[in-house]
């Protein structure tokens, strides 16, 4: 059975700090993906990234990365010099590949920047 | 821009009353599905649709029914609605992707509270 471990309910950080957030996962699939969602207050999920298990480059977008390891089942995401913006739920997924394009969601880490 | 609309932002029901919450999306995705999200339980998969008249039980699938008539269209619906059923409901869809799992497109959410 999937699941996935968001072990960071909430984290607290001063504008400007960099911050990570855990996401560790378990398949027994040696095909899935993974992806990260944000939640911002006003409630919509926006979809961030994707990751299939054969890609395991780490992926840079602006402030954000993503370090994928499957050696330690861990699909980590950094934002870097953190702003207000970022405040938000964020949401790490898993979809099996036998699982028909269902995902198993963490139960999401609450960030705050503060200015 | 993929949009996926829900019919209400808020609801307020009585126990015992039949609710129908719906949700269309405008982008042809064959995949839609319906979650609850509860404070620190993350995103809970109710049922699932995969094709038109097609559906498939989630993980907390008691209480709950839904419809799928035309593929544009998912609607929930709370045969008997109680307390336990007041929540926040999000819809989702997501294209059926041959070789790879896609990601998903969220509405606003629907907070339905039951008295």
């Known amino acids: 059975a999937q699941k996935v471990t968001q072990a960071q309910t909430e984290i607290s950080v001063v504008e400007k700090e960099d911050v990570t957030l855990d996401c560790v996962y378990e398949?027994?699939?040696?095909?899935?993906?993974l992806f990260w969602y944000k939640q911002p207050p006003s409630g919509e999920l926006v979809f961030l990234i994707r990751?299939?298990?054969?890609?395991?480059q780490n992926e840079i977008s602006g402030r954000y990365s993503w370090n994928f390891q499957k050696s330690t089942s861990s699909f980590n995401f950094t934002i870097t010099a953190s702003q207000v913006v970022d405040s938000a739920v964020y949401f790490c997924a898993l979809s099996e590949g036998s699982n028909a394009g269902k995902s198993t969601f963490g139960d999401g880490t609450t960030l705050t920047v503060k200015p | 821009d993929v949009k996926v609309t829900q019919s209400s932002r808020y609801l307020v029901k009585r126990t015992g009353e039949k609710v129908f919450l719906e949700c269309v999306q405008d982008?042809?995705?064959?995949?839609m599905f319906w979650y609850r999200q509860d404070p620190g339980l993350g995103l809970r998969l109710i049922y699932f649709s995969y094709d038109v008249k097609m559906k498939e039980k989630g993980d907390i699938p008691e209480g709950y029914s839904v419809s799928r008539e035309k593929k544009e269209r998912f609607s929930l619906i709370l045969e008997s609605a109680s307390t336990n059923q007041t929540s926040m409901y999000l819809c989702?869809?997501?294209?059926?992707?041959?070789?790879?799992?896609?990601?998903?497109?969220f509405g606003p959410g629907t907070r339905l509270t039951v008295l």
């Open positions: 990751r299939n298990s054969f890609d395991e």
């Open positions: 982008m042809d995705h064959e995949n």
């Open positions: 398949t027994r699939d040696t095909t899935y993906y």
């Open positions: 989702a869809s997501s294209l059926l992707g041959t070789y790879s799992y896609n990601e998903q497109f």
